[in-house]
């Protein structure tokens, strides 16, 4: 089983709709999670850390289960820009220090 | 300030040749990683560093991939004997995991761009 895996995507939706995104991780001790965005060609950057409680950043909330032990992320009213790709990032089984990328979800918001 | 800076920003190469890729983490960062992302591909996690540890190979595909931190600080990635599988962006990040959260957020350079011919 792979340490980090994403929905397959890629999602294409309308401008205004919400989206969710899940992400599944193997290592049941892991502390940090987070949700990076990557746009074409450009570097990954972070959008928001995962905190226990969940946490929520304008249109954008993360969630966490460890007892499922998934993430997701919900994007409400989705704008053009929102297009990219999302990828989900938790702290590696092999060491703490390590994180350890999903593949990424690709985003598409419509006209 | 400063950034994470990878040099070069492109490099072609042809088949069999050496090539060095240079990467600046921010100062005072004290983990560093590299990643490799093929076109339309995720990240593919190479090697890491973290201060005087030991350096995590365990993502290096082969022997012709190595890499060294120097001082704790700039990083080289060299791969011996290019092949044309091995074109890609190659992505360079530093963390500090001792600050507070978001613990272990990563800061990407810009990547350099591998072309084997």
């Known amino acids: 089983r792979k340490e980090v895996e994403q929905d397959p995507g890629p999602f294409n939706v309308p401008e205004g709709a919400t989206v969710a995104f899940n992400c599944t991780y193997s290592?049941?001790?892991?502390?940090?999670f987070f949700w990076y965005r990557q746009d074409c060609r450009k570097e990954p950057k972070l959008l928001m850390s995962?905190?226990?409680s969940g946490n929520e950043d304008g249109r954008f909330t993360a969630q966490l289960n460890r007892a499922s032990q998934y993430i997701s992320l919900l994007i409400r009213d989705s704008k053009l820009s929102d297009s990219a790709t999302y990828l989900c990032?938790?702290?590696?089984?092999?060491?703490?220090?390590?994180?350890?990328f999903g593949p990424g979800t690709s985003l598409s918001v419509i006209p | 300030g400063a950034g994470v800076s990878q040099s070069p920003s492109n490099k072609v190469t042809e088949k069999g040749k050496d090539v060095e890729l240079r990467c600046d983490p921010i100062s005072g960062h004290t983990a560093l990683y590299w990643y490799r992302q093929s076109l339309g591909q995720g990240l593919e996690f190479l090697i890491y560093f973290q201060g005087n540890s030991a350096p995590d190979k365990s993502g290096l595909p082969s022997d012709r991939f190595s890499a060294e931190r120097t001082g704790g600080s700039v990083s080289t990635l060299t791969i011996q004997r290019t092949q044309q599988e091995d074109s890609a962006v190659y992505l360079c990040?530093?963390?500090?995991?001792?600050?507070?959260?978001?613990?272990?957020?990563?800061?990407f350079g810009p990547g350099t761009r591998l072309t084997v011919l």
């Open positions: 995962v905190y226990s």
């Open positions: 290592n049941s001790a892991s502390q940090s």
């Open positions: 990032v938790v702290n590696s089984e092999t060491s703490y220090d390590k994180v350890i």
């Open positions: 990040a530093s963390s500090s995991p001792t600050v507070p959260p978001p613990y272990n957020e990563q800061f």
